[in-house]
Nanobody
Framework: QVQLVESGGGLVQAGGSLRLSCAAS????????MGWFRQAPGKERELVAT????????YYADSVKGRFTISRDNAKNSMYLQMNSLKPEDTAVYYC??????????WGQGTQVTVSS
């Protein structure tokens, strides 16, 4: 099994920055890709960014392109999300997720990001 633990959320003013971290443990050799998702109150969970565990192929949602940067450190079994130029609409619970086959099936507990205007 794989376990994921997020950290780094918090309260920041619009225009500020935060860095989220996700530490993976357990059978990490089974991970194919990892990603960040977010869910705002009253909205569905949405994909923010993904990165493959071996090749570094990266995807960003249009809403965060140019502002967020996803990265991973395989030696530390960790993934990161650097969030710059934050906007109030980025306020959400951010989840780290891992994909072992065709879909993301391992989830962290989530970390709250609040951006004040």
């Amino acid at each position: 099994q794989v376990q994921l633990v997020e950290s780094g959320g918090g309260l920041v003013q619009a225009g500020g920055s935060l860095r989220l971290s996700c530490a993976a443990s357990g059978r990490t050799f089974s991970i194919v890709a990892m990603g960040w998702f977010r869910q705002a109150p009253g909205k569905e969970r949405e994909l923010v960014a993904t990165i493959t565990w071996s090749g570094g192929s990266i995807y960003y949602a249009d809403s965060v392109k140019g502002r967020f940067t996803i990265s991973r450190d395989n030696a530390k079994n960790s993934m990161y999300l650097q969030m710059n130029s934050l906007k109030p609409e980025d306020t959400a619970v951010y989840y780290c997720a891992a994909r072992r086959a065709s879909h993301y099936d391992i989830w962290g507990q989530g970390t709250q990001v609040t951006v004040s205007s």
